[in-house]
């Protein structure tokens, strides 16, 4: 007898009793994005490895060590996605899309990383993505932070905190880079292997490093808002009286970098101490030089991603969120007549009520059977079509939680019934 085949560690299967809540979570996140005059866009989950090498930037943890890459049967590399943003921008750019006005877009699904597997990290992770191209001032950054508040508020998420910093110009970087090297080669005997090698390549990647032997280090550090320009000040301080004036409240977090190499001007992180050590459940902020980087005219762009994997950890132990899994009705066929003509039925009333969740009864039972069934699923109401109902056209209508009282109906009357019961509900 062979082994069972197991699934990938960290690449986890997502069944149904959790799926239900991961679909209602994502047309919350759909709708509001429509909402905002967002729109769709959707990317292969594998791209050419030189684009990640060149938009998330060589020494990166990402580039260097968690990257699932391969070389395919013409020998080009290739790499199963690690984010969305460098594939958003290559499509943008392959497509044209930066010829005419600006683009609002999002984009959902999984992403790889060859990580350690813990709670709210895993190998195939799953995200959320909004992209904006082509617009400069803080407005569009203080938009797509409400749009993430919003969120929050939708899915009845209280316990995060919004984290904020800029990292500015690329010009204002390299002044700080400058600063920041000088201030630790003073401390070179403190520094691990990881941030030895960042020194030359990335200094600014050791202020995010999680050695806590070197957190005292960091924390002397010199901040980066020494180093901005008035440019710079000018749009970080406009860009928090918007938030003001929308009463979001903020934090300022000078050490907040974030771990790709693209990032300039505006970053921001939501966080909550409900997940543990993974509290980060959503991260953005502008990368103006990305486009120009991967191949394209020079653009402006800011965007966010959400991991739905903490968010829906978060709705389902800390959030206050409604939704409706079970059915609404279960359709009781008593007699071998009414087997036959049940699925008539049922797409009658399917088509009559479109939100209408019905399941019919499927492979026989009789007539007390079929009734655990519909308690078992959660159903409201179950539908009774025996031979008594085929001859007069009607349909027996019992409400499983006694509410109302039993009562036959046409099969238009359900349909209404159905109806205003189903625009009640949470979806």
Known sequence: MSNKIQSIRGMNDLLPEESDLWQAAEQVLRSTLNGYGYQEIRMPIVEKTELFKRSIGEVTDIVEKEMYTFEDRNGDSLTLRPEGTAGCVRAVIE???????????????????????QRGRY?????????????????????????????WKLLGIKEV?????????????????????????????????????????????????????????IAQAPTLDESLDDADRDH??????????????????PRLVRGL?????????????????????????????????VGGKATRAVGFAMGIERLVELIREHSSFEFKASPDAYLVLAGEAAAVSGLKIAEQLRSAVPQLKLLSNLGGGGFKAQFKRADRCGARFALVVGDDELEQEVVTVKDLTGELEQQTLSIDGVAQLLASYNGKRSL
């Open 236 to 253: 970080f301080e406009q860009l928090k009286r918007m938030l003001d004036q929308m009463d979001i409240a903020y934090e300022i977090n």
């Open 261 to 293: 190499d693209y990032y300039g001007r505006t970053v921001f992180e939501w966080v909550t101490e409900l997940l543990g050590a993974q509290g980060t459940i959503c991260a953005g902020g502008r990368y103006d030089g990305l486009v120009e980087q």
């Open 161 to 217: 905190t919004l984290q904020l910093n800029s990292l500015g110009s690329a010009q204002s970087r390299a002044r700080y880079r400058t600063v920041l090297v000088n201030y630790f080669k003073q401390h070179l005997q403190q520094l691990d292997e990881d941030s030895l090698r960042r020194l030359e390549g990335n200094p600014l990647r050791i202020l995010d490093s999680k050695n806590p032997d070197m957190a005292l280090l």
């Open 95 to 117: 497509n044209g899309l930066l010829r005419g006005p600006a683009q609002r877009l999002w984009y959902t699904g999984p992403m790889f990383r060859h990580e350690r597997p």
């Open 123 to 151: 190998r195939q992770f799953h995200q959320m993505g909004v992209e904006v191209f082509g617009l400069e001032g803080p407005d569009v950054d203080a938009e797509l932070i409400a749009i993430s508040a919003r969120i």
